[in-house]
Every structure is written in C-alpha cells, then in structure tokens.
C-alpha cells in the first residue's frame, strides 16, 4: 500500500483592508471582529475574492481600496472582471460586524459596515447566500474555492458552514 | 497615523521606554516581585499587516481591555491598551496572584477574572501616569474588560478606530517575564491619532527645553 502525503492547498491571509482573489481549490483565511469578510463567489468558475472591510465609508480618507465597504465593492467587481469572471453568477457570503466590547468599548463600527455592505449588494442585485453577523465575538473565516463554503469558528462555540 | 504626515517612531523611544519601565515596577510590586516588563520595539506597520506583525496569528487569547481617557482627548477616547495572554500563561498569572495551583482546563471564576483584571488596571494606571508626567495631560485607564476571544479579532476592532485617520499602526511591542523567564504575555498600547499627536509635542517640546 503507498501512503501519500495530503495535499496541501494555498491558503491567503486576508489582512485587515485586503482584497484577495482565490480559485480552483485555493483557500482564503481572515480573522475579524467589527470588520467584514465579504466574499463574493462564482460556484460555476470556482472562484472568489474575499474582502476584509474595515469601515462603511471612504469618504476621501486615505487607504486601500479594501479598507471601505464603498470601494472595495466595486474593487472586487473588478479584479473579478481582469480575471475573467463573469458578473453574471456571483453570489455573496457574509460574516463579521461584531460589537466586542459593549457600548464603553472602541469605535462600534460592526453594526455600520454591515448595514452598508448589504445595501451595496442589493444595489448591485448581488444575491446574499448566507450572513453569519453581530455579537459580541470575535469570528475566524475560512473559505474554501473549491465548495464554496464559509467555515465561521468563534470562540466558545461550535463551527458552523455557511 | 496621519498618512500627510509620516514620523519616526523612534521620537517616542524615550516616553515609551519611562512607560513601560514605571509599569514594570508597580507590576513588580503588585506581583511580590515575580513579573518585570521592558519595552521590545516600536514602529510603525501597514494596517493589514499589524496582526502578522505581532504574530498573533488566529489563537484564542485571553485579554484585559482598557481604554484611555482623560485631558486634552477629544471624548475622552485616546486609544486602547490590550494585556493579553495565551490560557496557560493566564491561568498561571491568576493562580499566582490568588496563592494557589494551577487548574488546567477549568473554567475562568469570577475571582480568576478580577485578579486579571486588574492587574491590567495596574499596569495601565501605572503606564498613564507617566505619559501623564511627561505630556502634562491627564490620562487614565477605563475599567478594565475581560475578554477570551482571538486575539487578531480584538486587536482589529482596537485598530478599526486608528484606521480612520490612516493606514498604519503604531506597534509598542513589550517584553514580559515572569520569576526571571520570558513569558508569552504580550501589552499592545494603541494610541489614538489625537493622543499620538499629543505625544508627538511633547516630545518637541521637551526636546526644545532641553
């Protein structure tokens, strides 16, 4: 009998205001609290980009598309274009917008940068497949290219697929 | 930080340094002597990159969260510090503080709680009372908030309030050790672009008085 050994996949860290592009089985990793994983999804090309929006709006502040939910939409949307993926198909996923420290804690942003990034997603008629937002936890996302699915851990509490 | 208007970090080296050493003598105190603290290193890092930075990685930490407020810091928000700890090295320090074992695996009492606590209400109180001296701002420690969650998760949501003034992080990396050791505790202070701009003139103006 031949043992082989598991296939590693590629895996991308989205850091904080990144956009990254994943396909063909490629993985893609982010840890949130108020921010926002969006992914954006076209099961029948296997492929996606994956946001970590930190604020609602830009608003001529300074940053990477990726930082905004009002310019990373359309950043995604076009990475997705340069690459050849139709419009046509996407579908989104959502996870994040936490509030972590009550009402005394720091910039409470979570509630905001969802509100916004699902009016931006009925703007552009992108269908919502799954959220998994709000609480008080902190959130880690994996999504697999592949399936498609959304794994969301939280501390405390088991895993759930989206 | 204001992205018009780039500094080195090193300017702060010195306010920083008498911080962090004014800390580890009340943790020392408050902790029999057991636990010391030295400033690592402080530099600035692209936002998105802060958490890899601090190789926090996606653990689950245990952490006291604290708020800066006081003078001269428009509504009294001036940033954040965040003590944290992975579960061994928290549960060690509560057992230590409350003179008994170490109960791996069991749930954190209210009692293990509130020793953590504050002990980030000492170490913050002590660290803000010497930013207080050398900026001639009152500054204090909110209360403390206990917190078991990923650490890049807390981390990013301190960052998502220094993240609308700009697109990079101040990183005050701090070096722990525990009855002579190197401990894997870790102290993140954030501060806010306002408070940073405070810390930046007096730093000047002491320089100028020099």
Redesign the interface.
């Known amino acids: 009998m031949t043992c082989s050994a598991p296939e590693r996949r590629a895996e991308a860290n989205v850091g904080m205001a990144q956009i990254a592009l994943v396909a063909q089985g490629e993985i893609a990793r982010a840890v949130l609290g108020s921010c926002i994983g969006l992914v954006l999804f076209h099961e029948l090309r296997k492929t996606a980009v994956v946001a970590h929006i930190v604020l609602p709006q830009g608003q001529d502040r300074p940053g990477p598309a990726g930082k905004f939910a009002d310019t990373a939409l359309p950043e995604m949307l076009a990475i997705l274009a340069e690459n050849g993926i139709p419009r046509t198909g996407l579908v989104a996923k959502v996870a994040g917008g936490a509030n972590m420290f009550g009402s005394s804690g720091p910039l409470q942003i979570g509630k905001e940068n969802h509100a916004i990034v699902i009016q931006l997603l009925k703007n552009l008629r992108i269908p919502i497949m799954a959220e998994h937002v709000g609480g008080k936890v902190g959130r880690r996302i994996t999504f697999d290219s592949a399936t498609g699915d959304l794994q969301v851990d939280m501390a405390g509490s088991p895993s759930v697929v989206l | 930080m204001n ?1 018009t208007a780039p500094f080195d970090p090193a300017l702060l080296g010195d306010f920083f340094s008498a911080a962090t050493q004014h800390a580890s003598l009340a943790m020392s105190q408050w902790t029999n002597g057991r636990v010391s603290l030295s400033l690592d290193e402080l530099r600035e890092a692209p ?6 930075e601090l190789d926090m990685g ?1 653990d ?1 930490l245990t952490m006291v ?1 604290l ?1 800066v407020q006081g003078d001269g810091v428009q509504g009294g ?1 001036g940033g ?1 510090l965040i003590l944290a700890f992975d579960d061994e090295n928290g549960r060690t320090l509560a057992a230590s503080l409350l003179g008994r074992e170490v109960v791996a695996n069991a749930g954190w009492s209210e009692l293990d709680q509130s020793a953590v606590m504050e002990t980030g209400n000492i170490l913050a109180s002590a660290y803000l009372n010497e930013l207080t001296r050398l900026t001639r701002r009152k500054l204090i420690p ?2 403390p ?1 206990f ?4 650490g ?10 220094q ?5 990079r992080a101040l990183i005050c990396r701090t070096r722990f050790e525990f009855d002579q050791r190197q401990v894997n505790w870790s102290l993140f202070f954030v501060p806010s672009e306002e408070l940073l701009q405070t810390l930046l003139t007096a730093v000047q103006t002491s320089a100028a008085n020099a």
Request: hydrophobic share 55%.
């Open positions: 992205a936002l998105e990159e802060v958490s890899a996606d689950l969260v708020g928000m954040q909110s209360a908030f917190v078991q969650d990923f890049a998760s807390v981390l990013a949501q301190v960052l998502a309030g993240s609308l003034a700009g697109d």
